[in-house]
Nanobody, 125 residues
Framework: QVQLVESGGGLVQAGGSLRLSCAASGRTFTRYPTGWFRQAPGKEREFVAAIRWSGSITYYADSVKGRFTISRDNAKNTVYLQMSSLKPEDTAVYYC??????????????????WGQGTQVTVSS
């Protein structure tokens, strides 16, 4: 069993930066691919970024490529999402998720087995 807790959300002006953290419990977390998703009011939860357990392979949604960076520190059981050049359209609740095993795809909601409770990110114009 893995439990995920996100932190680091908040209110920021457009063009600003935030770093989200996802702290995990469970010894096997370091072997799990981990992703970030977001959900804006009235919209579906969408993929943002994901990272393989080694940290060397990452994936990004086109909408955040070049602005967001996902990373992980397996010694701390933590995954990060560094967000820069934030836009009002980045406003959403951001969720961390972990996939048990090593699925081929880690960019869809259905690929993930464990979810955090979410952290709100609000970008003002």
């Amino acid at each position: 069993q893995v439990q995920l807790v996100e932190s680091g959300g908040g209110l920021v002006q457009a063009g600003g930066s935030l770093r989200l953290s996802c702290a995990a419990s469970g010894r096997t977390f370091t072997r799990y691919p981990t992703g970030w998703f977001r959900q804006a009011p009235g919209k579906e939860r969408e993929f943002v970024a994901a990272i393989r357990w080694s940290g060397s392979i990452t994936y990004y949604a086109d909408s955040v490529k070049g602005r967001f960076t996902i990373s992980r520190d397996n010694a701390k059981n933590t995954v990060y999402l560094q967000m820069s050049s934030l836009k009002p359209e980045d406003t959403a609740v951001y969720y961390c998720a972990a996939a048990q095993g090593s699925p081929y795809s880690i960019t869809s909601r259905s690929d993930y087995d464990y979810w955090g409770q979410g952290t709100q990110v609000t970008v003002s114009s």
